[in-house]
C-alpha cells in the first residue's frame, strides 16, 4: 500500500476516531460543571492549548474551518478559566475515553506503535493545532490513554493537512465545506451563515484539495512499510467499530 493509498483510506477513520469523545454524555457533563456550552467546550477543547492571550482571530485562523464570529462566541465564555484550562480537561476526557472505551481492542498496542510512529514523522509546518497538541504531556499513560490522544493527534493533523490543500485549490474554508459531504448542514454546524454559493461548481476543486490532503498526510506514512500501512488501515477501523 502506498503512503497515498494509505491516507486515503485512513481519512474517514481518523476523523471519527479524533471526535469521538466529544460526544460523551460524561464530557458534556464536565463541560456544564464549569459552566461551559458545548460550544466552548468544542472551540477551547481543540484550540485552547495555544494559550490564553490568544486573540479569537487568531483562534479562528487556528481552527481555519469555523467561522470567526462563531469562533468568538465559543472561545470569550472561556476566558474566566481560562481556555488552556479547558485544552487540559479535554486532554483528561480523551485519556478517560480511551483507558474505557479502547481498552481491549484487537492489536491496540500495535495501532499505537503505528500511530505514534506517524505522529512522530508528521511535519508540523503550518499547523500550530497539531504542534501545540503533539507537545502536550500526557496525564494518562495508559495503552487506552495514549491512544486516544494519537488519534487526536492524527485527527488535528488530517485537519491541518486539509485546511493547507483547500487554500490551496482557491477555496474559502467555508465553500470547502458547501462541497463537503454534509454540504450547507456542515457550513451552518461551523457557524457559517447564509446565503451559500451554489455547491456544483466547487466539487472539482474541492475533490484537488482532497487528493493534496492526501498527499500531505501521506508524507508521515512514508516511514512505515507497505505493510505496515495495510496494518494502519485495518487496526484503524477496527478501533473505529468498538468506539461506535
Given amino acids: 500500500m502506498t503512503p497515498e493509498l494509505c491516507a486515503a483510506a485512513t481519512k474517514r477513520a481518523v476523523l471519527a476516531l479524533g471526535s469521538t469523545f466529544a460526544l460523551q454524555a460524561t464530557t458534556r457533563e464536565r463541560a456544564r460543571t464549569l459552566g461551559l456550552s458545548p460550544w466552548s467546550l468544542y472551540v477551547a477543547g481543540r484550540a485552547g492549548v495555544l494559550g490564553h492571550d490568544v486573540r479569537p482571530d487568531a483562534v479562528a485562523a487556528a481552527l481555519g474551518f469555523i467561522a470567526p ?4 462566541r465559543g472561545w470569550e465564555p472561556t476566558l474566566v478559566i481560562g481556555p488552556l484550562a479547558v485544552a487540559e480537561l479535554c486532554l483528561e476526557e480523551w485519556c478517560r475515553w480511551g483507558a474505557v472505551a479502547l481498552h481491549g481492542v484487537a492489536g491496540l498496542d500495535r495501532l499505537a506503535a ?101 498527499r500531505i498526510v501521506a508524507q508521515a506514512l512514508r516511514d512505515l512499510t507497505p505493510a505496515e500501512r495495510a496494518e494502519l488501515v485495518t487496526f484503524l477501523k477496527i478501533a473505529s467499530a468498538v468506539a461506535r
Avoid: K, T
Fill in 69 to 72: 464570529e462563531a469562533v468568538r
Fill in 114 to 214: 503505528l500511530a505514534e510512529r506517524v505522529v512522530l514523522a508528521a511535519d508540523p509546518g503550518a499547523m500550530p493545532l497539531f504542534a501545540a497538541w503533539r507537545a502536550m504531556p500526557l496525564p494518562d499513560d495508559s495503552p487506552g490513554a495514549q491512544l486516544a490522544v494519537l488519534l487526536h493527534l492524527l485527527r488535528e493533523h488530517r485537519v491541518g493537512a486539509q485546511l493547507l490543500a483547500v487554500r490551496s485549490a482557491g477555496l474559502r474554508p467555508m465553500e470547502a465545506l458547501i462541497a463537503g459531504p454534509e454540504g450547507e448542514d456542515g457550513a451552518s454546524a461551523y457557524g457559517w451563515e447564509p446565503p451559500y454559493p451554489p455547491r456544483m461548481p466547487l466539487l472539482r476543486r474541492f475533490v484537488h484539495a482532497d487528493g493534496v490532503a492526501d
